[in-house]
């Protein structure tokens, strides 16, 4: 059964060590479970962003707690570049397993079909699979003769993502973010972040269900009001653009990255 | 400032002339220009009674008609679904390479871009794949890639994507499969081709006779003014302000 915990208690899910996969920055990301994870000073975590990650992957790697980055790409969008995302790759204290985006979904839809491998068109030619060396090209068995990539399934030990709301028996809206249910099948565990919690069942007509992720994925649930802050939840709140540029200045040397965090975290605990 | 605002309209026009034909485009996240480009093509295809254009912005809200998640893109540029898209790069090459990883030695590179994004796969599948990088420098445009993020030609698989065109601040270059190269199409005023010749660390095959890059005529320039930019403020308001405010 999904459990209705405390953001903290959603947080200590998340050990040293694990396989954890985010979303994207515009599918709802679990910003307040982040600052919890970093204050709780999970380490040692190999990060999986689906496909890509912006603030939430710079907080992440700035605080220490990636060993391993498995990405498409790492960007603050307007705001520009990672800034502790590149200072962390010129100082080589990250595992980087650069990635194209549908190989990233690639991997977790072969997790979600329970096989070891996915095909995917394209990427031949690339220096990703000089990189990559668990990415093979190999003969197709079937069909039409030729070259073909296949990824190996990716299974996050986490999934974590935030959406607007859960009902009681843990079902999640997660409207048409598909990704989100990808995420979750591939995972061993999901903790999900909600904005509220609804009386109402979320399974109850084909219209609603439609959108929703059912408690069978979802492990643990734990309200965080404006828990994507400061990027934006989808048909909730936009992003705080100010906020993420003062963030993209700041984290520009590691004194001002420290200052940023300290007061995101106080942040996080007055709203708490 | 008007300068400015003629330099991205003259940008914004070519990619539209580029883009004919095609029914349906996707634009990455955070690309003004790129999408302006497509609204224009789109109204004036409407105007002129000519077929719809569908349009995919990355990232929006209000331009994306996809309902099965982030895949969905990529599984339909597979199906053949998507004529046209967008890439830049941090560098890109004669032979149409494109990076967006790094410079110098990974993984400890010396400048550090974002990633690949969908790039290695995108390149293979979509037909009409254009180039689009503003600065023109020796430093974008080199003789070889860093990091080859995707390629633009692999004889050793089929495939029906790759670069079409390669569009700059100061020029349009055609791309050439069959040579595997560029070829320098037109000049955007103020500049020459000794200027491109400079500015361009790659070798590319240059005509007898430069054209110079039409500017938008008075009816392209009216959509653009007007409709275009109302289009744009929903997803890019800070870009659609600039323009209104140069005008």
């Given at each position: 059964?999904t459990?209705?915990?405390?953001?903290?208690?959603?947080?200590?899910?998340?050990?040293?060590?694990?396989?954890?996969?985010?979303?994207?920055?515009?599918?709802?990301?679990?910003?307040?479970?982040?600052?919890?994870?970093?204050?709780?000073?999970?380490?040692?975590?190999?990060?999986?962003c689906?496909?890509?990650?912006?603030?939430?992957?710079?907080?992440?790697?700035?605080?220490?707690?990636?060993?391993?980055?498995?990405?498409?790409?790492?960007?603050?969008?307007?705001?520009?570049?990672?800034?502790?995302?590149?200072?962390?790759?010129?100082?080589g204290?990250?595992?980087?397993?650069?990635?194209?985006?549908?190989?990233?979904?690639?991997?977790?839809?072969?997790?979600?079909?329970?096989?070891?491998?996915?095909?995917?068109?394209?990427?031949?030619?690339?220096?990703?699979?000089?990189?990559?060396?668990?990415?093979?090209?190999?003969?197709?068995p079937?069909?039409?003769?030729?070259?073909?990539?296949?990824?190996?399934?990716?299974?996050?030990?986490?999934?974590?993502?935030?959406?607007?709301?859960?009902?009681?028996?843990?079902?999640?809206?997660?409207?048409?973010?598909r990704?989100?249910?990808?995420?979750?099948?591939?995972?061993?565990?999901?903790?999900?972040?909600?904005?509220?919690?609804?009386d109402?069942?979320?399974?109850?007509?084909?219209?609603?269900?439609?959108?929703?992720?059912?408690?069978?994925?979802?492990?643990?649930?734990?309200?965080?009001?404006?828990?994507?802050?400061?990027?934006?939840?989808?048909?909730?709140?936009?992003?705080?653009?100010?906020?993420?540029?003062?963030?993209?200045?700041?984290?520009?040397?590691?004194?001002?990255?420290?200052?940023?965090?300290?007061?995101?975290?106080?942040?996080?605990?007055?709203?708490? | 400032?008007?300068?400015?605002?003629?330099?991205?309209?003259?940008?914004?026009?070519?990619?539209?002339?580029?883009?004919?034909?095609?029914?349906?485009?996707?634009?990455?996240?955070?690309?003004?220009?790129?999408?302006?480009?497509a609204?224009?093509?789109?109204?004036?295809?409407?105007?002129?009674?000519?077929?719809?254009?569908?349009?995919?912005?990355?990232?929006?809200?209000?331009?994306?008609?996809f309902?099965?998640?982030?895949?969905?893109?990529?599984?339909?540029?597979?199906?053949?679904?998507?004529?046209?898209?967008?890439?830049?790069?941090?560098?890109?090459?004669?032979?149409?390479?494109?990076?967006?990883?790094?410079?110098?030695?990974?993984?400890?590179?010396?400048?550090?871009?974002?990633?690949?994004?969908?790039?290695?796969?995108?390149?293979?599948?979509i037909?009409?794949?254009?180039?689009?990088?503003?600065?023109?420098?020796?430093?974008?445009?080199?003789?070889?890639?860093?990091?080859?993020?995707?390629?633009?030609?692999?004889?050793?698989?089929?495939?029906?994507?790759?670069?079409?065109?390669?569009?700059?601040?100061?020029?349009?270059?055609?791309?050439?499969?069959?040579?595997?190269?560029?070829?320098?199409?037109?000049v955007?005023?103020?500049?020459?081709?000794?200027?491109?010749?400079?500015?361009?660390?790659?070798?590319?095959?240059?005509?007898?006779?430069?054209?110079?890059?039409?500017?938008?005529?008075?009816?392209?320039l009216?959509?653009?003014?007007?409709?275009?930019?109302d289009?744009?403020?929903?997803?890019?308001?800070?870009?659609?302000?600039?323009?209104?405010?140069?005008?």
């Amino acid at each position: 059964m999904t459990e209705i915990v405390a953001l903290e208690a959603l947080a200590a899910r998340v050990a040293s060590g694990l396989t954890l996969a985010v979303p994207v920055d515009r599918s709802g990301v679990a910003m307040a479970a982040t600052a919890a994870l970093i204050d709780a000073g999970v380490d040692n975590l190999h990060l999986v962003c689906v496909p890509i990650s912006g603030m939430q992957a710079d907080l992440l790697i700035g605080a220490g707690a990636i060993a391993t980055l498995e990405t498409s790409a790492i960007s603050l969008g307007e705001a520009g570049g990672a800034p502790r995302f590149g200072a962390a790759v010129r100082a080589g204290s990250l595992t980087l397993r650069d990635a194209t985006c549908p190989a990233i979904h690639a991997g977790l839809m072969a997790a979600q079909h329970g096989v070891p491998f996915m095909p995917i068109a394209g990427i031949i030619g690339s220096d990703l699979l000089e990189v990559r060396p668990d990415w093979k090209v190999i003969d197709s068995p079937v069909g039409e003769a030729r070259k073909v990539v296949v990824v190996p399934a990716i299974t996050p030990d986490v999934a974590l993502f935030h959406a607007p709301e859960a009902d009681r028996a843990g079902n999640v809206r997660i409207g048409r973010l598909r990704e989100l249910a990808t995420m979750a099948y591939a995972a061993k565990r999901t903790l999900v972040t909600v904005e509220r919690i609804v009386d109402r069942n979320l399974l109850e007509t084909e219209d609603s269900a439609a959108g929703v992720l059912p408690s069978l994925y979802v492990d643990s649930i734990a309200v965080a009001a404006r828990g994507a802050w400061p990027l934006a939840l989808w048909d909730e709140y936009p992003a705080d653009e100010a906020e993420i540029a003062r963030y993209a200045a700041m984290a520009r040397s590691e004194e001002g990255f420290r200052a940023y965090l300290s007061t995101f975290l106080a942040h996080r605990k007055q709203v708490a | 400032m008007s300068s400015e605002r003629e330099r991205r309209e003259i940008l914004i026009a070519t990619i539209a002339d580029l883009l004919d034909g095609i029914r349906h485009v996707a634009v990455g996240a955070s690309s003004p220009i790129p999408a302006a480009g497509a609204m224009l093509l789109r109204a004036r295809n409407e105007r002129d009674g000519k077929p719809p254009v569908r349009i995919s912005i990355l990232g929006s809200q209000a331009h994306n008609f996809f309902t099965n998640g982030g895949i969905e893109l990529f599984d339909c540029a597979a199906q053949g679904r998507v004529d046209a898209f967008f890439l830049g790069g941090g560098q890109i090459d004669g032979e149409g390479n494109i990076n967006l990883v790094g410079t110098g030695d990974y993984p400890r590179t010396d400048v550090r871009w974002p990633g690949s994004f969908g790039s290695a796969y995108l390149y293979h599948l979509i037909p009409r794949v254009i180039l689009f990088r503003e600065e023109h420098s020796p430093r974008v445009f080199v003789p070889k890639v860093d990091f080859v993020s995707a390629r633009a030609i692999t004889p050793e698989v089929p495939r029906r994507g790759g670069p079409y065109a390669l569009l700059t601040n100061m020029a349009l270059f055609d791309f050439d499969r069959e040579a595997g190269g560029f070829a320098l199409r037109s000049v955007h005023p103020p500049f020459t081709p000794a200027d491109i010749r400079d500015n361009t660390g790659f070798s590319y095959a240059e005509p007898e006779v430069v054209r110079e890059t039409p500017r938008p005529d008075p009816a392209t320039l009216a959509l653009l003014r007007g409709r275009i930019l109302d289009d744009l403020a929903e997803t890019y308001p800070a870009f659609a302000r600039t323009m209104k405010q140069a005008a």
